[in-house]
């Protein structure tokens, strides 16, 4: 059992665990933000758009049920804007990767190691035969 716990305790203390544990934090957190924008917000401005229509009394009854429809919609609401908001997140990462990669300055070969590439290329060139010569002569 104890070895059980010290392979646990390796595997949830390697760093993409723990980058993964913290992701997940942030995102519910980063959801709770997004459903109060959308619940308190952005839905009360699409129901005065469309006529003072509450989306979360959008339902009709189906027998003794009741489909509440307009909670739907506004789950695909909630949806599309944080699936948008991590579109623009992941953008602009990608973009400061990509000037800190632009930034790297270019490796300068070692001038030892430049002579021993050059001496390489050109026995490799006198071994090819030189097709401008006739083999006849």
């Known amino acids: 059992m104890s070895i ?3 392979e646990f305790k390796k ?3 390697r760093g993409n665990v723990m980058d993964l544990a913290i992701a997940v934090v942030i995102g519910a957190a980063f959801g709770k933000i997004v459903t109060a924008l ?3 917000i952005i839905t009360p401005i699409m129901g005065i758009l469309l006529g003072g229509i509450s989306f979360e009394n959008l339902s009709f009854p189906v027998g003794d049920a009741v489909v509440t429809y307009g909670l739907f919609i506004q789950a695909v609401i909630d949806f599309i804007i944080i699936a ?3 579109f623009l997140f992941i953008k ?3 973009r400061f990767k990509s000037k800190k990669e632009a930034e790297k300055p270019v ?3 070692d001038p030892q190691t430049e002579l021993l590439r050059e001496i390489r290329d050109l026995l490799k060139k006198e071994q090819e035969p030189d097709s401008k010569q006739n083999p006849l002569e």
């Open 38 to 40: 959308v619940d308190n």
């Open 92 to 94: 602009l990462l990608n």
């Open 11 to 13: 595997f949830a203390m």
């Open 4 to 6: 059980l716990l010290k």
């Open 84 to 86: 948008f908001a991590i």
């Open 107 to 109: 490796p300068v070969p």
